[in-house]
Nanobody, 128 residues
Framework: QVQLVESGGGSVQAGGSLRLSCAASGVTYSSYCMGWFRQAPGKWREGVAAIDNDGRTSYADSVKGRFTISQDNAKNTLYLQMNNLKLGDTAMYYC??????????????????????WGQGTQVTVSS
């Protein structure tokens, strides 16, 4: 059973940085797509970034140039480096994974329906 545990959320002023981590366990597939999503109160859950087992990445337009997704396969950990944070980045951030045989970019474009495994989330709050 796949388990995803996020950490690293917190409160930061606009313009600041945070790094989120997602520790994965129970993963037995060599091919995967892992991603970060976020959900603000009253809004839909939206994709932020995704990465596949070959390191290919996808990003939402709103975070391109500010956020970087990466992975450490030795530690089974996914990261999201968030720089130049804005008030609009305030949300609960979720780690997600999917192992179906398709491209990660396709999964990412499918939104939350493209991912079958989810963590509990970590809160990010950006203040002025």
């Amino acid at each position: 059973q796949v388990q995803l545990v996020e950490s690293g959320g917190g409160s930061v002023q606009a313009g600041g940085s945070l790094r989120l981590s997602c520790a994965a366990s129970g993963v037995t597939y060599s091919s995967y797509c892992m991603g970060w999503f976020r959900q603000a109160p009253g809004k839909w859950r939206e994709g932020v970034a995704a990465i596949d087992n070959d390191g290919r990445t996808s990003y939402a337009d709103s975070v391109k140039g500010r956020f970087t997704i990466s992975q450490d396969n030795a530690k089974n950990t996914l990261y999201l480096q968030m720089n130049n944070l804005k008030l609009g980045d305030t949300a609960m951030y979720y780690c997600a994974a999917d192992f179906r045989p398709r491209s990660c970019s396709t999964a990412f474009r499918s939104g939350q329906l493209g991912f079958g495994n989810w963590g509990q989330g970590t809160q990010v709050t950006v203040s002025s």
